[in-house]
């Protein structure tokens, strides 16, 4: 895990008329590492999702939505 | 399909891959995750991206639409996945400000406030976040 911006006081965040602008911290975190070993996960997680049923009631939309009920 | 470098990648996409919705649906899941794998495609994620997945993986255990060793196997394997986390720290009344300004739920607003500052779409299948986003003129990964 890499820091990319450690603690950046985002530019204009303050003052910007733009929705959604807020006062804070930001950082970037780099998680994972693209290359082989990202390939395979893919892979693996691919792989477990062809084995579950295909469902609209009871897939990630609804669940997403629950969650943020 | 938007022609991005980078995209919000946001909880239901990555779980669209557990949990279809529709055949389609977890076409588009699967070439998202595909071209995040290969590092074809940077993929932005709100700190809440995490909590989302794993409960949204808890939720289908325990109603049985999907095993725990399945949801243990799918979590552990998106630790592989080259993702850049963004962390944001606000007051509480900062992030409630923003949801009354965006006019969506706090959790929409982290990952549409990201997708504005980075000016890359969210790929995402929550009509509510693709509903918060038009309004909020951030731009969609896939028209859902």
Redesign the interface.
Same mark, same amino acid.
């Given at each position: 895990m890499k820091v %990319?911006d450690q603690f950046i006081q #985002?530019k204009g965040r303050g003052t910007s008329k733009?929705?959604?602008?807020?006062?804070?911290?930001?950082?970037?975190?780099?998680?994972?590492? #693209?290359?082989p070993?990202?390939?395979?996960?893919?892979r693996?997680?691919?792989e477990?999702?062809k084995?579950?049923?295909?469902?609209?009631r009871?897939?990630?939309?609804?669940? %997403?939505?629950?969650?943020?009920r | 399909m938007a022609t991005a470098a980078a995209v919000v990648f946001d909880a239901s996409a990555e779980l669209e891959v557990l949990l279809p919705d529709t055949a389609a649906r977890f076409a588009l899941a699967v070439d998202l995750l595909e071209q995040i794998g290969s590092n074809k495609l940077l993929a932005h994620v709100p700190l809440i991206f995490f909590n989302e997945v794993a409960a949204g993986c808890a939720r289908e255990v325990r109603g049985g639409r999907t095993t725990q060793a399945d949801a243990k196997a799918f979590l552990g394997r998106l630790g592989a996945l080259p993702l850049s986390l963004s962390v944001e720290i606000h007051p509480a009344a900062d992030w409630f400000d923003r949801a009354i300004k965006m006019s969506c739920q706090v959790a929409h607003s982290a990952y549409l406030t990201l997708a504005l500052d980075l000016r890359v779409p969210i790929a995402t299948f929550d009509g509510g976040l693709a509903t918060a986003a038009k309004s909020n003129k951030a731009r969609l990964y896939w028209p859902i």
């Open positions: %990319i #985002p733009r929705a959604g602008a807020t006062r804070g911290r930001q950082f970037s975190v780099q998680v994972g590492t #693209p290359g070993e990202a390939e395979a996960a893919v693996a997680m691919v477990l999702g084995r579950q049923k295909v469902g609209k009871l897939g990630a939309a609804a669940v %997403i939505k629950t969650e943020r | -």
